[in-house]
């Protein structure tokens, strides 16, 4: 028979939690962690049968405590605490982020491994005191540019 479709012909779909904001890691598919169900469907997209639970799926960062996020750094600290990505995405990803740094030359190498801390935030909404001189830049900037010694310090603001 021409133009006969099986009935066994179906698809499987992710349904991914809302808190899952596919802008925040651009080309990357959520992980399993992320995706609560999949959902049987017809070739012409049509639920097709029961949906199939994700034992491995973990709820989102906000429902787990942890603060609505307000740009890319806030969700990217979010999605490594809430274990929906690991620490090397994490790293990886805030590099291309823009960030606001607190330059000075006061800041004193640490005792522990005698790196200089550099306070660094997600958004002008998480600096937590006065600064007098912030600069907007991205990571990977700022470690090519900065003292070999410099070590960023991410500040969360709560």
């Given at each position: 028979?021409?133009?006969?479709?099986?009935?066994?012909?179906?698809?499987?779909?992710?349904?991914?939690?809302?808190?899952?904001?596919?802008?925040?890691?651009?080309?990357?598919?959520?992980?399993?962690?992320?995706?609560?169900?999949?959902?049987?469907?017809?070739?012409?997209?049509?639920?097709?049968?029961?949906?199939?639970?994700?034992?491995?799926?973990?709820?989102?960062?906000?429902?787990?405590?942890?603060?609505?996020?307000?740009?890319?750094?806030?969700?990217?600290?979010?999605?490594v605490n809430g274990?929906?990505?690991?620490?090397?995405?994490?790293?990886?990803?805030?590099?291309?982020?823009?960030?606001?740094?607190?330059?000075?030359?006061?800041?004193?190498?640490?005792?522990?491994?005698?790196?200089?801390?550099?306070?660094?935030?997600g958004s002008l909404?998480?600096?937590?005191?006065?600064?007098?001189?912030?600069?907007?830049?991205?990571?990977?900037?700022?470690?090519?540019?900065?003292?070999?010694?410099?070590?960023?310090?991410?500040?969360?603001?709560?």
């Open positions: 028979m021409a133009g006969h479709v099986p009935e066994t012909a179906y698809e499987e779909i992710p349904v991914v939690d809302s808190e899952w904001d596919y802008s925040v890691l651009p080309g990357q598919e959520p992980p399993e962690q992320a995706i609560l169900r999949w959902e049987r469907v017809s070739i012409d997209r049509l639920p097709n049968g029961p949906s199939r639970p994700n034992p491995a799926y973990t709820e989102g960062p906000v429902w787990q405590g942890y603060p609505y996020p307000l740009n890319r750094v806030d969700a990217l600290v979010n999605y274990r929906w990505i690991s620490r090397r995405t994490f790293v990886q990803q805030l590099l291309d982020c823009e960030v606001f740094v607190h330059l000075s030359e006061t800041y004193r190498p640490s005792s522990i491994n005698g790196a200089i801390p550099l306070p660094v935030f909404d998480r600096v937590s005191e006065p600064f007098p001189r912030l600069v907007r830049t991205q990571l990977k900037v700022l470690r090519r540019d900065a003292h070999a010694r410099t070590e960023p310090v991410l500040n969360y603001g709560h």
